[in-house]
């Protein structure tokens, strides 16, 4: 079955440097979420996408911004890259309405982004 | 304000060894969902299970059980007889009924099945 297709795998940036993840959900979800998991530490969530649209902020510093696209695949995009940016970062779709009986969310293998 | 306490940072046991991880939450929601989910160490989350607040009977799968005590606020995962492929870190999470998920995560217990 597909599943949740994150890319890069790594990604290794210096100081200041821009990044961009991507996330490829799984056919037919049209919910995308966005978490930062620092070492040691459990995912935090930082923002969400329904239907092309944000439907939820988190932690998300003003420095990284994402969308989603009309495929509904998403990308995330780190500006100004600061060392405490270091992180896994994980993409979850669902199948999802509003309002309506949440689903369980499937994870994509999740990004790592080394800071230098 | 949401909130998911895993009290045990770091288990260890030995393998065939049951061990049971605990979870405690908090919400002011009467519907909400709760899920576990494995972390090995190649990284990657795997769900696991999903529970929802009006359910109340516990789970079994396999090696694994679930149970779900409201009265406490507990949703404890149990591993019957450990295997070493059982070590990760395993996250309890709570979700709340507002229809866009924004699941919070507890801390993670770190389970290391020793052969």
């Known amino acids: 079955a597909a599943g949740v297709i994150q890319s890069p795998r790594h990604l290794i940036k210096e100081k200041r440097e821009t990044a961009t993840l991507k996330c490829y959900p799984i056919?037919?979800?049209?919910?995308v979420y966005w978490y930062q998991q620092g070492p040691g530490q459990d995912p935090q969530f930082l923002i969400s996408f329904y239907e092309k649209m944000q439907s939820d902020k988190g932690s998300i510093p003003d420095r990284f911004s994402a969308q989603q696209f009309s495929d509904y695949h998403s990308e995330l995009n780190m500006s100004s890259l600061e060392l405490g940016d270091s992180a896994l970062y994980f993409c979850?779709?669902?199948?999802?309405?509003?309002?309506?009986?949440?689903?369980?969310?499937?994870f994509g293998s999740g990004t790592q982004l080394s800071v230098l | 304000a949401q909130k998911v306490t895993q009290a045990q940072t770091e288990i260890s046991v030995v393998e065939k060894e049951d061990v049971t991880l605990d979870c405690v939450y908090e919400?002011?929601?009467?519907?909400?969902?709760l899920f576990w989910y494995k972390q090995p160490p190649s990284g990657e989350l795997v769900f696991l299970i999903r529970r929802n607040s009006f359910d109340e009977q516990n789970e079994i799968s396999g090696r694994y059980s679930w149970n779900f005590q409201k009265s406490t606020s507990s949703f404890n995962f149990t591993i019957t007889a450990s295997q070493v492929v059982d070590s990760a870190v395993y996250f309890c999470?709570?979700?709340?009924?507002?229809?866009?998920?924004?699941?919070?995560f507890g801390i993670g217990t770190k389970l290391q099945v020793i052969p």
């Open positions: 999470a709570l979700a709340d009924s507002g229809g866009y998920q924004k699941v919070t």
């Open positions: 979850a779709s669902s199948l999802a309405i509003p309002g309506a009986t949440n689903e369980k969310l499937f």
């Open positions: 056919p037919r979800h049209d919910t």
């Open positions: 919400t002011r929601d009467t519907t909400y969902y």
